[in-house]
């Protein structure tokens, strides 16, 4: 397993189930539990605040049922922990987000992102309308990394892209190191995704310690 994740960046991994697409779909069509709300976070970018993990059990039950701290484990042999939970809603036609690493250093030598990087588990729901592509991912590009991200593309040359679509049954797991882009929205639609982001439980202490969320979520990670 560890080969393959360190080979390629990415790996499917079992993820889902009835319940927790129930919550998804009536977050989706806007059927909002009191005290919750949608704030944009890039454009046409929608984030459901103030938190996630206590919104509805599910999210944190799902981690237990598909024995996610060992699935990471095996896929990264790295002591990783949970630090934010985010349910994301994307409209428009445009992607939001495009080819891009989540933490690299720009043309000026400046860090962007978290360093070391982390991991992260994208759950996309397929609902009634069918297959959709969701995200793609620069295979292999995890293990390339350049003094800054002027060269990137180059790397599109030479490596192959996967293209994640929606599934009931299965989440990604990848190397946020690895270039990746949102596939756009087709015919004006709107999607949902279920993001959950990791870190080793010492940067996010170095980092977060004094951001009440990321901790209690670290907390609730651990005891798992
Ligand atoms: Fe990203």
């Not at 049954?169 to 270039?179: R, V, Y």
Request: hydrophobic share 35%; with cysteine.
């Amino acid at each position: 397993m560890y080969k393959s994740f360190y080979k390629t960046g990415i790996a499917e991994i079992p993820f889902g189930g009835d319940r927790l697409n129930k919550v998804l779909l009536e977050l989706l069509d806007k059927n909002i539990k009191k005290g919750y709300e949608f704030k944009s976070k890039y454009t046409q970018s929608f984030d459901l605040r103030p938190d996630v993990i206590n919104y509805d059990p599910v999210f944190v039950n799902v981690l237990k049922e598909f024995s996610i701290p060992d699935v990471i484990k095996k896929h990264t042999l790295k002591d990783m922990s949970l630090f934010h939970v985010q349910v994301r809603i994307v409209k428009n036609e445009n992607s939001y987000m495009d080819w891009h690493r989540d933490t690299y250093y720009n043309q000026k030598g400046e860090l962007i992102g978290k360093s070391p990087h982390g991991v992260k588990i994208i759950y996309y729901p397929q609902f009634k309308d069918g297959e959709k592509d969701r995200l793609l991912y620069l295979l292999g590009s995890n293990r390339i990394i350049f003094p800054n991200n002027a060269y990137d593309n180059q790397l599109f040359n030479i490596l192959a892209v996967k293209k994640v679509k929606t599934s009931n049954k299965k989440a990604i797991l990848f190397d946020i190191n690895g270039l990746h882009a949102v596939c756009p929205e087709k015919n004006k639609d709107t999607s949902i995704r279920l993001i959950y982001s990791f870190l080793s439980p010492q940067q996010i202490v170095d980092d977060h310690s004094n951001d009440m969320l990321h901790m209690s979520t670290m907390k609730m990670y651990e005891s798992i």
